[in-house]
């Protein structure tokens, strides 16, 4: 009796094996980076993505428009997570990243077209993403990270970008300012948009921005030298005891109850005025009566805070958020020099200003919602990539410099390789080449002259990039240009897109449940 195949996947489940595998696969990777190609560099194009409910985004940044595309292949996914990590690494670089990626990707498929073994072919591009590691450390400049480096390399990065009327030149030195007065500390910047004025507009405010306007109308919109508390209190009767079941049998108990409410909700506006406090942030709410009582003790207090501009708040006025109104120690409580309310437009801003701590906003303005989302995102990139140009005091010419320069030592490294896995190390530096082709490409320059030209550059000895200008490009010193990245980004970028490519060509067998 011959044996009977054991089925151990279900009807639905869908098995694709070997080569028609790593192709599904890195077609769908390949597809994914084709689509963000066109945003690459100063002269790359915007993309508009609309979403199922028709929301839109227009952008430039590869990391949103990965995200905003509702990619469900598995292998593309992989492209997307390429971008991701990038940004969550080092907050730039993603196209680059995903870019790479997939020319990586192409690369594998002619070889293994040609019959190499994918894991020859994994085994190349980790030699090959290890010396570029190194070229990258080479082509690190020597000089100090000051503060004209940090603007060249947060300008670099805005580059190309919609930023609406300001020059990115202007918003560079308000991103150095907002990284020199949060010490160097990322996480004390935040960027707060808002609508109605033009992006020329944009100020870094020292301290906090928040999208909060006073629980009571006739609170105060102001107080200087404030003494702040942070609160996590529910502002409220701890238990209603009109509302409760039990029976209310006359007029004089109806009376005593709400009176004994009333006191309670008194009590705490007294508690928190014989504390000497000028302004109350809450994270949780504060019962109207409350906020009435607050306000006519000239207390300004906000409510339903969030928690991000709870930790904000703590941070930049020194206070230690309370869980009880009972008992408030001054230690408790923060400073702050200048606690106001703003109005634009429909909204009113609430802004914590002076305060002792290192804490910044760089309050973005624009037209409208779209230009100061992307103004926004903008922002967010250069803030990232002068904290890390800072950080690590490492940067490297930009404008494809950098990666011709990896791309030559990979090639010249590529020769002690024996065997077949030479050809996956050289395909690597074939690879990098997309980068500075593609940004040509989009500056509307020869992509082959553009490369011919930047090599024979670098073989000369010079340092070359190709510099965009208004609307055309040239080979020029990108250093001299000021043209900067940090170091990091590269290296992340090399090594994001590696992993995420080997990863992919090692899968022969892809099994789908329904
Ligand atoms: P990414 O998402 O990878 O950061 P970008 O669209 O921001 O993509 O482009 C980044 C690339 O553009 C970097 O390699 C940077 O060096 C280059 N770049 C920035 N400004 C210029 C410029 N003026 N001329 C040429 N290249 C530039
Ligand atoms: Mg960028």
């Not at 054991?6 to 694709?16: A, G, K, P």
């Not at 094996?17 to 100063?42: C, F, S, W, Y």
């Not at 996914?77 to 971008?83: G, N, P, S, T």
């Not at 779209?370 to 990232?384: F, I, K, P, W």
């Given at each position: 009796m011959g044996a009977q195949p054991?089925?151990?996947?279900?009807?639905?489940?869908?098995?694709?094996?070997?080569?028609?595998?790593?192709?599904?696969?890195?077609?769908?990777?390949?597809?994914?980076?084709?689509?963000?190609?066109?945003?690459?560099?100063?002269?790359?194009?915007?993309?508009?993505?609309?979403?199922?409910?028709?929301?839109?985004?227009?952008?430039?940044?590869?990391?949103?428009?990965?995200?905003?595309?509702?990619?469900?292949?598995?292998?593309?996914?992989?492209?997307?997570?390429?971008?991701?990590?990038?940004?969550?690494?080092?907050?730039d670089g993603t196209t680059t990243a995903s870019v790479l990626a997939g020319q990586l990707l192409s690369e594998a498929e002619d070889l293994l077209e040609q019959d190499v073994h994918p894991t020859t072919v994994v085994e190349g591009y980790h030699e090959a993403a290890r010396i570029a590691g190194e070229a990258i450390e080479a082509e690190t400049l020597d000089a100090d990270v000051d503060d004209d480096t940090l603007t060249e390399v947060a300008v670099t990065s805005m580059t190309g970008k919609g930023t609406g009327d300001v020059t990115t030149e202007r918003l560079a030195e308000i991103v150095v300012n907002a990284i020199r007065s949060a010490g160097g500390d990322r996480d004390e910047v935040r960027v707060h948009t808002q609508t109605g004025a033009s992006s020329s507009a944009t100020e870094l405010v020292q301290g906090v921005v928040l999208d909060e306007e006073p629980a009571h109308a006739a609170m105060p919109r102001e107080a200087e030298d404030a003494s702040v508390a942070v609160l996590d209190v529910e502002l409220d009767v701890r238990e209603s005891e009109i509302d409760a079941e039990y029976n209310v049998t006359s007029v004089d108990q109806l009376q005593t109850a709400i009176e004994s409410e009333e006191s309670e909700l008194r009590g705490y506006a007294d508690a928190i005025e014989a504390a000497g406090i000028d302004v109350v942030f809450n994270e949780d709410d504060i019962e109207d009566r409350v906020a009435s009582h607050l306000a006519d003790r000239g207390i300004l207090a906000f409510d339903g805070l969030d928690s991000d501009d709870v930790s904000a708040i703590l941070e930049a006025t020194g206070a230690s958020q309370l869980v009880s109104v009972d008992d408030i120690e001054a230690d408790d409580l923060g400073t702050a020099d200048h606690v106001r309310t703003a109005r634009f437009g429909d909204d009113e801003l609430a802004f914590v200003e002076g305060a002792e701590a290192e804490n910044v906003t760089v309050f973005a303005r624009g037209g409208t919602e779209?230009?100061?989302?992307?103004?926004?995102?903008?922002?967010?990139?250069?803030?990232?990539v002068a904290s890390t140009a800072l950080d690590t005091g490492q940067v490297v010419p930009g404008a494809g410099h950098t990666e011709i320069a990896i791309a030559d030592r990979i090639r010249a490294e590529a020769a002690s390789v024996s065997g077949r896995k030479q050809l996956a190390v050289e395909a690597f530096a074939d690879a990098l080449d997309i980068l500075p082709r593609t940004l040509a490409e989009n500056a509307g320059m020869d992509p082959i002259d553009a490369l011919v030209d930047l090599r024979a550059a670098y073989e000369d000895g010079e340092r070359a990039g190709l510099i965009v200008e208004g609307r055309t490009g040239a080979v020029r010193d990108p250093v001299e240009q000021g043209v900067l990245d940090p170091a990091a980004v590269k290296k992340e970028a090399v090594e994001s897109a590696a992993e995420a490519a080997t990863m992919i060509v090692r899968i022969d067998d892809v099994i789908a449940a329904n």
């Open positions: 054991v089925v151990v996947l279900s009807d639905d489940s869908e098995r694709t094996h070997g080569r028609d595998a790593q192709k599904m696969n890195i077609a769908a990777g390949k597809a994914v980076a084709e689509a963000v190609r066109t945003t690459l560099g100063p002269r790359g194009m915007d993309k508009m993505l609309v979403s199922d409910s028709g929301d839109v985004v227009i952008t430039n940044d590869g990391a949103t428009i990965l995200n905003e595309m509702d990619i469900e292949h598995p292998a593309a996914q992989m492209i997307v997570e390429v971008a991701e990590t990038q940004e969550d690494e080092v907050g779209h230009v100061v989302n992307e103004l926004e995102r903008a922002l967010t990139d250069a803030l990232d």
